[in-house]
Protein backbone atom coordinates (compact mmCIF):
# COMPACT_ATOMS: atom_id res chain seq x y z
CA UNK A 1 0.00 0.00 0.00
CA UNK A 2 1.52 3.13 -1.00
CA UNK A 3 -1.16 5.53 1.22
CA UNK A 4 -2.55 6.61 -2.08
CA UNK A 5 -5.17 3.63 -2.69
CA UNK A 6 -8.61 4.96 -3.11
CA UNK A 7 -10.56 4.70 0.41
CA UNK A 8 -7.69 3.00 2.11
CA UNK A 9 -5.36 4.87 4.90
CA UNK A 10 -1.75 4.09 5.88
CA UNK A 11 -1.59 4.66 9.77
CA UNK A 12 1.27 6.14 11.84
CA UNK A 13 1.40 5.05 15.53
CA UNK A 14 3.67 7.63 17.12
CA UNK A 15 5.62 6.93 20.23
CA UNK A 16 6.73 10.68 21.39
CA UNK A 17 6.77 9.68 25.44
CA UNK A 18 7.50 7.16 27.78
CA UNK A 19 7.29 6.51 31.57
CA UNK A 20 9.29 3.21 32.53
CA UNK A 21 8.99 3.38 36.18
CA UNK A 22 5.06 3.52 36.11
CA UNK A 23 3.79 0.82 38.72
CA UNK A 24 0.77 -2.03 38.28
CA UNK A 25 -1.72 -0.59 40.65
CA UNK A 26 -1.52 2.65 38.51
CA UNK A 27 -2.90 0.82 35.72
CA UNK A 28 -5.17 -2.04 37.33
CA UNK A 29 -8.11 -2.04 40.28
CA UNK A 30 -6.57 -4.47 42.68
CA UNK A 31 -3.94 -5.72 40.72
CA UNK A 32 -2.36 -8.88 41.97
CA UNK A 33 1.31 -7.36 41.92
CA UNK A 34 0.33 -3.96 42.37
CA UNK A 35 4.25 -2.77 43.12
CA UNK A 36 5.57 -4.65 40.01
CA UNK A 37 6.99 -2.22 36.80
CA UNK A 38 4.31 -2.23 34.02
CA UNK A 39 5.77 0.89 31.47
CA UNK A 40 3.65 3.34 29.79
CA UNK A 41 4.43 4.80 25.89
CA UNK A 42 2.33 7.41 24.64
CA UNK A 43 1.12 7.66 21.34
CA UNK A 44 -0.65 9.77 19.06
CA UNK A 45 -1.90 8.92 15.68
CA UNK A 46 -1.61 9.86 11.56
CA UNK A 47 -3.22 8.87 8.70
CA UNK A 48 -2.62 9.22 5.62
CA UNK A 49 -4.69 8.49 2.86
CA UNK A 50 -5.69 9.26 -1.28
CA UNK A 51 -7.59 12.02 0.89
CA UNK A 52 -5.38 13.72 2.81
CA UNK A 53 -3.85 13.15 6.20
CA UNK A 54 -5.83 13.16 8.86
CA UNK A 55 -4.06 13.86 12.72
CA UNK A 56 -5.52 11.05 15.57
CA UNK A 57 -4.88 13.31 18.78
CA UNK A 58 -1.88 15.59 19.25
CA UNK A 59 0.47 13.92 22.15
CA UNK A 60 1.79 16.19 25.28
CA UNK A 61 3.12 19.29 25.67
CA UNK A 62 6.77 18.56 27.36
CA UNK A 63 6.52 20.66 30.53
CA UNK A 64 3.78 18.54 31.49
CA UNK A 65 5.19 15.58 30.35
CA UNK A 66 8.25 16.69 33.17
CA UNK A 67 5.38 17.34 36.01
CA UNK A 68 4.01 14.27 35.60
CA UNK A 69 7.22 12.27 35.94
CA UNK A 70 7.01 11.39 31.52
CA UNK A 71 10.26 11.29 29.44
CA UNK A 72 9.59 13.06 25.91
CA UNK A 73 10.89 10.87 22.93
CA UNK A 74 9.94 12.63 20.21
CA UNK A 75 7.73 16.41 19.07
CA UNK A 76 4.67 14.86 17.15
CA UNK A 77 4.38 17.65 15.05
CA UNK A 78 8.05 17.13 13.93
CA UNK A 79 7.62 13.27 13.89
CA UNK A 80 4.88 14.22 10.93
CA UNK A 81 6.90 16.73 9.23
CA UNK A 82 9.54 13.97 8.78
CA UNK A 83 6.59 11.36 7.21
CA UNK A 84 5.44 13.86 4.94
CA UNK A 85 2.66 15.90 6.00
CA UNK A 86 3.01 19.58 7.55
CA UNK A 87 0.92 19.74 10.57
CA UNK A 88 0.27 23.65 9.61
CA UNK A 89 -1.39 21.83 6.23
CA UNK A 90 -3.52 19.68 8.57
CA UNK A 91 -7.36 20.66 8.13
CA UNK A 92 -8.74 17.57 10.11
CA UNK A 93 -7.73 16.48 13.81
CA UNK A 94 -9.39 14.16 15.56
CA UNK A 95 -9.47 14.15 19.43
CA UNK A 96 -10.44 11.12 20.87
CA UNK A 97 -10.98 12.32 24.37
CA UNK A 98 -9.22 16.38 25.84
CA UNK A 99 -6.50 14.58 28.68
CA UNK A 100 -3.85 16.33 28.79
CA UNK A 101 -1.41 14.17 27.02
CA UNK A 102 -3.51 14.13 23.95
CA UNK A 103 -3.79 18.08 23.68
CA UNK A 104 -0.51 19.38 23.97
CA UNK A 105 0.12 20.10 20.32
CA UNK A 106 -3.42 21.50 18.83
CA UNK A 107 -1.49 24.85 18.55
CA UNK A 108 0.70 23.32 15.60
CA UNK A 109 -2.41 23.01 13.40
CA UNK A 110 -3.90 26.19 12.57
CA UNK A 111 -5.50 24.85 9.67
CA UNK A 112 -7.52 22.34 11.36
CA UNK A 113 -10.99 21.91 12.19
CA UNK A 114 -11.14 19.78 15.50
CA UNK A 115 -13.66 16.71 15.72
CA UNK A 116 -14.75 15.68 18.85
CA UNK A 117 -17.39 14.07 20.94
CA UNK A 118 -20.31 16.46 22.29
CA UNK A 119 -20.44 14.53 25.49
CA UNK A 120 -16.48 15.05 26.08
CA UNK A 121 -17.45 18.94 26.20
CA UNK A 122 -20.27 18.77 28.32
CA UNK A 123 -17.99 16.28 30.51
CA UNK A 124 -15.64 19.06 30.90
CA UNK A 125 -17.87 22.01 31.70
CA UNK A 126 -19.63 19.85 33.56
CA UNK A 127 -20.35 19.16 37.05
CA UNK A 128 -18.30 16.09 37.23
CA UNK A 129 -14.89 18.37 37.58
CA UNK A 130 -15.93 19.78 40.72
CA UNK A 131 -14.56 16.34 41.69
CA UNK A 132 -10.61 16.23 41.70
CA UNK A 133 -10.53 12.10 40.60
CA UNK A 134 -12.47 13.06 37.39
CA UNK A 135 -10.55 16.49 36.44
CA UNK A 136 -6.91 15.64 37.52
CA UNK A 137 -5.84 13.93 34.26
CA UNK A 138 -7.42 17.44 32.46
CA UNK A 139 -5.42 20.80 32.59
CA UNK A 140 -7.32 23.97 32.23
CA UNK A 141 -5.77 25.83 29.72
CA UNK A 142 -6.14 23.29 27.18
CA UNK A 143 -9.58 22.72 27.67
CA UNK A 144 -9.52 26.62 27.35
CA UNK A 145 -8.13 26.39 23.66
CA UNK A 146 -10.68 23.82 22.77
CA UNK A 147 -13.47 26.15 23.92
CA UNK A 148 -11.87 28.77 21.88
CA UNK A 149 -11.75 26.89 19.22
CA UNK A 150 -14.93 26.56 19.29
CA UNK A 151 -16.05 29.54 19.61
CA UNK A 152 -13.73 30.61 15.92
CA UNK A 153 -15.73 28.39 14.27
CA UNK A 154 -12.74 25.04 14.16
CA UNK A 155 -14.14 22.69 16.64
CA UNK A 156 -17.60 20.22 15.64
CA UNK A 157 -19.20 18.60 18.25
CA UNK A 158 -20.97 15.75 16.86
CA UNK A 159 -22.86 12.71 18.35
CA UNK A 160 -22.25 9.21 19.14
CA UNK A 161 -20.81 8.04 16.02
CA UNK A 162 -19.65 10.39 13.17
CA UNK A 163 -18.62 10.09 9.69
CA UNK A 164 -14.87 11.79 9.45
CA UNK A 165 -14.21 10.91 5.85
CA UNK A 166 -14.15 7.69 3.26
CA UNK A 167 -13.03 4.87 5.65
CA UNK A 168 -12.53 6.81 9.13
CA UNK A 169 -15.23 6.78 11.64
CA UNK A 170 -15.30 7.84 15.13
CA UNK A 171 -17.22 5.59 17.63
CA UNK A 172 -18.33 6.45 21.15
CA UNK A 173 -17.42 4.52 24.27
CA UNK A 174 -16.95 6.29 27.11
CA UNK A 175 -15.79 4.56 30.02
CA UNK A 176 -12.22 6.01 30.45
CA UNK A 177 -14.09 9.46 30.08
CA UNK A 178 -17.54 10.61 29.60
CA UNK A 179 -17.10 10.68 25.76
CA UNK A 180 -14.29 8.46 25.06
CA UNK A 181 -14.58 7.77 21.61
CA UNK A 182 -12.30 5.00 19.22
CA UNK A 183 -11.70 5.74 15.47
CA UNK A 184 -12.17 2.83 13.17
CA UNK A 185 -9.97 3.18 10.28
CA UNK A 186 -10.37 1.20 6.28
CA UNK A 187 -6.41 -0.23 5.63
CA UNK A 188 -5.11 -2.80 3.56
CA UNK A 189 -5.25 -5.31 6.09
CA UNK A 190 -8.77 -4.59 6.92
CA UNK A 191 -10.88 -2.40 9.65
CA UNK A 192 -8.81 -1.07 11.90
CA UNK A 193 -9.93 0.10 15.34
CA UNK A 194 -7.47 2.74 17.23
CA UNK A 195 -8.84 2.56 20.68
CA UNK A 196 -6.85 5.37 22.11
CA UNK A 197 -7.41 5.47 25.63
CA UNK A 198 -10.73 2.60 25.82
CA UNK A 199 -7.87 0.40 25.78
CA UNK A 200 -4.10 1.43 27.58
CA UNK A 201 -3.05 -1.89 27.65
CA UNK A 202 -3.55 -4.89 25.01
CA UNK A 203 -3.97 -6.68 28.42
CA UNK A 204 -6.98 -5.46 29.34
CA UNK A 205 -8.90 -6.64 26.17
CA UNK A 206 -7.22 -10.39 26.65
CA UNK A 207 -8.20 -9.98 30.61
CA UNK A 208 -11.15 -8.30 30.59
CA UNK A 209 -10.48 -5.75 32.99
CA UNK A 210 -10.76 -1.86 33.51
CA UNK A 211 -8.45 0.66 33.72
CA UNK A 212 -7.55 2.50 36.89
CA UNK A 213 -8.56 5.71 35.31
CA UNK A 214 -11.80 5.56 34.81
CA UNK A 215 -15.49 7.49 34.85
CA UNK A 216 -17.73 4.52 34.28
CA UNK A 217 -16.31 1.18 34.66
CA UNK A 218 -19.34 -0.42 33.14
CA UNK A 219 -19.05 1.93 29.88
CA UNK A 220 -15.23 1.08 29.97
CA UNK A 221 -15.78 -3.18 29.81
CA UNK A 222 -19.15 -2.66 26.99
CA UNK A 223 -16.48 -0.88 25.08
CA UNK A 224 -14.25 -3.87 24.65
CA UNK A 225 -17.12 -5.72 23.01
CA UNK A 226 -17.55 -2.65 20.51
CA UNK A 227 -14.54 -2.42 19.80
CA UNK A 228 -14.93 -6.15 18.45
CA UNK A 229 -17.66 -5.26 16.72
CA UNK A 230 -15.47 -2.34 14.62
CA UNK A 231 -12.56 -4.62 14.17
CA UNK A 232 -11.67 -7.07 11.89
CA UNK A 233 -9.80 -9.39 14.56
CA UNK A 234 -7.98 -8.81 17.91
CA UNK A 235 -5.05 -8.05 15.95
CA UNK A 236 -6.74 -4.79 14.17
CA UNK A 237 -7.36 -3.36 17.64
CA UNK A 238 -4.65 -0.64 18.40
CA UNK A 239 -4.27 0.06 21.61
CA UNK A 240 -3.04 3.75 23.22
CA UNK A 241 -0.31 2.72 25.93
CA UNK A 242 1.15 -0.48 25.33
CA UNK A 243 5.19 -0.43 24.85
CA UNK A 244 3.87 -3.71 22.74
CA UNK A 245 3.00 -1.36 20.46
CA UNK A 246 6.34 -0.66 19.13
CA UNK A 247 7.86 -3.63 19.17
CA UNK A 248 4.57 -5.68 17.24
CA UNK A 249 4.66 -3.71 14.30
CA UNK A 250 7.13 -2.29 11.18
CA UNK A 251 8.98 0.95 11.67
CA UNK A 252 7.27 3.50 9.34
CA UNK A 253 11.36 4.77 8.47
CA UNK A 254 14.38 3.18 9.41
CA UNK A 255 15.25 6.43 10.83
CA UNK A 256 12.03 6.66 13.49
CA UNK A 257 12.52 2.64 14.91
CA UNK A 258 10.93 3.18 18.03
CA UNK A 259 9.11 6.09 17.29
CA UNK A 260 6.58 5.69 14.53
CA UNK A 261 5.40 2.44 13.29
CA UNK A 262 3.03 1.08 10.80
CA UNK A 263 -0.38 -0.20 12.31
CA UNK A 264 -2.04 -0.83 9.06
CA UNK A 265 0.14 -3.50 8.56
CA UNK A 266 0.16 -6.56 9.86
CA UNK A 267 1.96 -6.98 13.76
CA UNK A 268 4.23 -9.30 14.36
CA UNK A 269 2.53 -12.67 15.96
CA UNK A 270 6.32 -13.15 17.59
CA UNK A 271 6.36 -10.65 20.36
CA UNK A 272 4.24 -10.83 23.34
Known amino acids: MTGKDHGLWEIHA ?16 KDTDPGAVLAMDFYCWLLVGEQGAIVVDTGMAPQKAARFGHEILASPPDVMAKLGVEPAAVETVIMTHLHYDHTGHSDHFPAA ?38 HAGRLHLHGRDFQVADGVSVHWVGGHTAGQEVVRVR ?9 SDALHYEEELIRGVPFAVVFNIADMLAAHDRIRELADSDDHVVVAHDPLVVKRYPS ?12 DLPPSPSVA
Open 14 to 29: IRYATNAVRTRNLNFI
Open 113 to 150: RFLLQAEEMAYVAGPHMERAMFRHAYEADELQKFLGYL
Open 187 to 195: TSRGWVVLA
Open 252 to 263: ARDDLAGIAVRV
